[in-house]
């Protein structure tokens, strides 16, 4: 059994569907880029298979053993993280507040599990430094060894290389594909980057009104949304 | 001065004045960061004013111990107002503003047709700056506070992770499992707690400058939320002292004197935050 399946999933706010019937599955050791415009959902259908939000119709079931919640999130940033006052090792620490169980603080185990993921982000360096005065690049940093503080099976990323110069962007998609292939960490990613996206991913959703597109990567290449977005307009696109 | 101080310390009301105010102080600063991170200020604020109307209520209803009327009344709200907030089709901060001066409207108003003092105006702005509440407690007052107080404080170290994860990031922690409806719920109840206890020693209207300024001042300067915490804490406590001291020697009103050592402090963390 696949580890995420949609099946005839609906989503969107109050009573206003963004997308309707969408069906798409994630394999162990995938790589998922969902790719399309801005306003076209992808936020909201990540938001929908995270339960932050119910789903309007359809069903999304977790299988190969994965527990709901054994996920982790690296989410688009928000404005109240901009000016919080927390250091590097604060925030990672909370990506094990779900293995805490009944008890108040974090123990031994959790603290080496943070120690670790710091160290594989190459983060150990910046942990007493406040969050709010590291450069986006290691913001994102931060945020990706949180993530993986909450699981090792599946992390889901909002826009994990926006706002990062070229440079850093190479770098974290070089971190992502580490994870992927080296650690076996199943990845679901929106970007904007279309060309990053065909040349990184195992599998393309790509969102967009009535062009829906679910399949792999080289499918994708070839098919008429695939051609017309990253031949045509050179994979760009703002 | 130190002689009229330690004459002031004779009398066992002004000791009691001094652990409940100082332990007010302290767990009033503890959830301030989160109150101004999480944009919840605006609860704050709108209960203070609830409490307000329901202490009228209370004097109308001649409860003696108003509090155990007051403290039901303002926790039910911040539940209802948490709700509002959440829900986008009534505008939270109209839900906020309607009753926080719907409150002080009926309170005011039933203050005047009800009252029976002689001296209408000045219960109504004891009741608002707090005046010279924290100095009249009964022995029962005093002991309700402390136990508040202390139960405010274990709370907050007990759930102090939870707090930080909900805080700093509330779409992750409900990812992975975080009962972070929970613990909004419970932020939102303790900030009630804090807000009627802390009534007693500023009055309704400066409330919020008493939870809010030991944060921001403490932000000013920490990096790190366990020291913008603690030292908010200790700002918290040291300004309340320091304005009761100066409130009983100087014949002051003890609210607006702390929330003036709060703000002049303030001011002190932001020449810091210049000079580093
Ligand atoms: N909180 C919200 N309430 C109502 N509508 C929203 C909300 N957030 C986003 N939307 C709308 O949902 C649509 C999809 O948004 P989103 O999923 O963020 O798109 P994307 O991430 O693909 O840019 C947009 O039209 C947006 O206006
Ligand atoms: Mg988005």
């Known amino acids: 059994m696949a580890l995420i399946t949609c099946r005839d999933l609906t989503f969107g706010y109050e009573s206003h569907a963004i997308l309707e019937h969408l069906s798409f599955q994630v394999n162990a050791g995938d790589y998922l880029c969902i790719v399309g415009e801005n306003g076209s959902g992808k936020s909201t259908l990540m938001r929908t298979v995270l ?16 527990v709901e919640n054994e996920i982790g999130y690296l989410p688009q940033q928000t404005a109240i993280q901009k000016d919080f006052p927390a250091t590097v090792w604060e ?40 969050y709010r005065e590291l450069s986006g690049g290691q913001q994102q940093r931060v945020l990706l060894a949180r993530a993986l503080c909450a699981t090792r099976k599946l992390l889901l990323m909002d826009e994990p290389v926006s706002g990062l110069d070229p440079r850093v962007t190479a770098e974290m998609y070089d971190l992502i ?15 904007h980057d279309i060309q990053a996206a065909v040349r990184y991913a195992s599998h393309i959703l790509h ?7 679910f399949g792999n990567a080289e499918q994708y290449r070839n098919s008429d949304v695939g051609r017309r977005f990253d031949v045509a307009e050179g994979g760009v696109r703002a | 001065m130190i002689q009229t101080i330690s004459q002031y310390f004779q009398f ?38 609830v409490a ?62 009800f009252s029976t003092s002689s001296n209408l105006s000045g219960d109504v702005c004891s009741t608002l700056f707090g005046s010279t509440s924290i100095l ?117 009103p003890v609210g607006s004197t702390i929330v003036a050592v709060d703000i002049l402090v303030f001011f002190v963390f932001c020449g810091i935050e210049q000079f580093r």
């Not at chain 1, 990672?92 to 982000?121: I, T």
């Not at chain 2, 600063?29 to 709108?46: A, E, P, Q």
């Not at chain 2, 007693?200 to 790190?224: D, H, Q, T, W, Y």
């Open chain 1, 177 to 191: 594909e580490q994870l992927n292939r080296r650690d076996g960490v199943t990845i679901i990613m929106i970007s």
């Open chain 1, 207 to 213: 969102l967009g009104g009535a062009e829906v597109f």
């Open chain 1, 51 to 66: 339960g932050l939000q119910k789903p309007m119709g359809g069903t999304i079931a977790f299988g190969d053993g994965l």
């Open chain 2, 136 to 252: 009249t407690l009964t022995q029962a007052e005093v002991w309700l506070c402390a136990v508040l107080s202390v139960l405010v404080v274990a709370l907050f170290i007990f759930f102090y992770n939870r707090i930080f994860a909900v805080t700093f990031d509330e779409d992750f922690a409900r990812a992975v499992g975080t009962r972070v409806e929970a613990y909004n719920l419970l932020i939102a109840v303790v900030i009630a707690v804090i807000i009627v206890l802390a009534m007693n020693l500023v009055g309704s209207l400066l409330i919020s400058a008493l939870i809010i300024f030991p944060a921001l001042s403490a932000m000013r300067v920490f990096r790190s939320f366990l020291s913008v915490t603690v030292c908010s804490a200790a700002l918290s406590v040291a300004c309340a002292l320091a304005g009761m001291l100066i409130a009983i020697v100087g014949g002051t």
């Open chain 2, 52 to 113: 307000f109307g329901a202490m009228a209520i209370a004097g109308v209803l001649r409860i003696t111990n108003d509090m155990l009327f007051v403290m039901p009344v303002t926790i039910l709200c911040a539940v209802l107002l948490l709700r509002t907030g959440r829900n986008a089709k009534i505008k939270g901060d109209a839900a906020v503003a309607m009753i926080s001066v719907g409150a002080l409207a009926i309170g005011y108003l039933l203050l005047n047709l």
């Open chain 2, 12 to 49: 066992p009301f002004v000791r009691y004045a001094l652990v409940v105010g100082t332990l007010i102080a302290l767990c009033s600063s503890l959830l301030g960061v989160t109150l101004v991170l999480k944009r919840f200020s605006f609860i704050g604020d709108g209960l203070s004013h």
């Open chain 1, 91 to 130: 925030i990672v620490l909370s990506g094990c507040q779900a293995h805490m169980g009944r008890r108040a603080f974090y123990g031994r185990a959790e603290k080496a599990l943070a120690a670790q993921n710091l160290e594989r982000m190459g983060m150990t360096a910046c942990r007493r430094r406040c």
